[in-house]
Nanobody, 116 residues
Framework: QAQLLESGGGLVQTGGSLRLSCVAS????????MGWYRQAPGKQREMVAL???????KYTDSVKGRTTISRGNARNTVYLQMNSLEPEDTGVYYC??????????WGQGIQVTVSS
């Protein structure tokens, strides 16, 4: 059974950058879309960025212009490059294989904390 493992989170100061990685073990080729989601304390989980197998991307408005989602050449890895981080970006970030509103396959999540 396929699993997703996130890495690259941590503590960063306002204005800093982080690159999150998500590596899939097992076959995820049935999933056309990969994405990153986050859940801030006391808030619902929200979509941050999506990428399709064809390379189309979608971002939530609050991260546009400072965040890039990409896939590795082997297509079992997806990255989230986040720049100019703000305290509002703090939360648990989850990798997901599957379209935005599907059940899909989720990683366990990784903490990102942006200090002010």
């Amino acid at each position: 059974q396929a699993q997703l493992l996130e890495s690259g989170g941590g503590l960063v100061q306002t204005g800093g950058s982080l690159r999150l990685s998500c590596v899939a073990s097992g076959s995820i080729f049935r999933f056309e879309t990969m994405g990153w989601y986050r859940q801030a304390p006391g808030k619902q989980r929200e979509m941050v960025a999506l990428i399709t197998s064809g390379g189309s991307t979608k971002y939530t408005d609050s991260v546009k212009g400072r965040t890039t989602i990409s896939r590795g050449n082997a297509r079992n890895t997806v990255y989230l490059q986040m720049n100019s981080l703000e305290p509002e970006d703090t939360g648990v970030y989850y990798c997901k294989a599957g379209s935005e509103f599907s059940t899909g396959l989720w990683g366990q999540g990784i903490q990102v904390t942006v200090s002010s």
